[in-house]
Nanobody, 124 residues
Framework: QVQLVESGGGLVQAGGSLRLSCAASGRTFRNYSMGWFRQAPGKEREFVGA????????YYADSVKGRFTISRDNAKNTLYLQMNSLKPEDTAVYYCAAAGRDYVVVRSWEYDYWGQGTQVTVSS
């Protein structure tokens, strides 16, 4: 089992920045590829970005490419999502997830563990 706890969400004005963190406990964090997803009210959960276990490969949704950066610190068992140039359409609950895979994982069904989410609200 892997337990995931997100933090760092909040209210920010458009154009601002936030950094989300996802603290992992349980099984060895570095064995898992990690991802971020988000879900806005009335919409389906969507992929934001993902990173391999080593941090060597990342992949982003087109909607966040160039604005968001995903990273990880395996020594601290923590995943990060740096979000810059935020837009009102980025408002959502953000979830981190862990997948027992050795490649970048985009599909939500391939993830084994999920956090409870953290709310990000971007005002215009």
């Amino acid at each position: 089992q892997v337990q995931l706890v997100e933090s760092g969400g909040g209210l920010v004005q458009a154009g601002g920045s936030l950094r989300l963190s996802c603290a992992a406990s349980g099984r060895t964090f570095r064995n898992y590829s990690m991802g971020w997803f988000r879900q806005a009210p009335g919409k389906e959960r969507e992929f934001v970005g993902a990173i391999t276990w080593s941090g060597g490969n990342t992949y982003y949704a087109d909607s966040v490419k160039g604005r968001f950066t995903i990273s990880r610190d395996n020594a601290k068992n923590t995943l990060y999502l740096q979000m810059n140039s935020l837009k009102p359409e980025d408002t959502a609950v953000y979830y981190c997830a862990a997948a027992g895979r050795d490649y970048v994982v985009v599909r939500s069904w391939e993830y084994d563990y999920w956090g409870q989410g953290t709310q990000v609200t971007v005002s215009s």
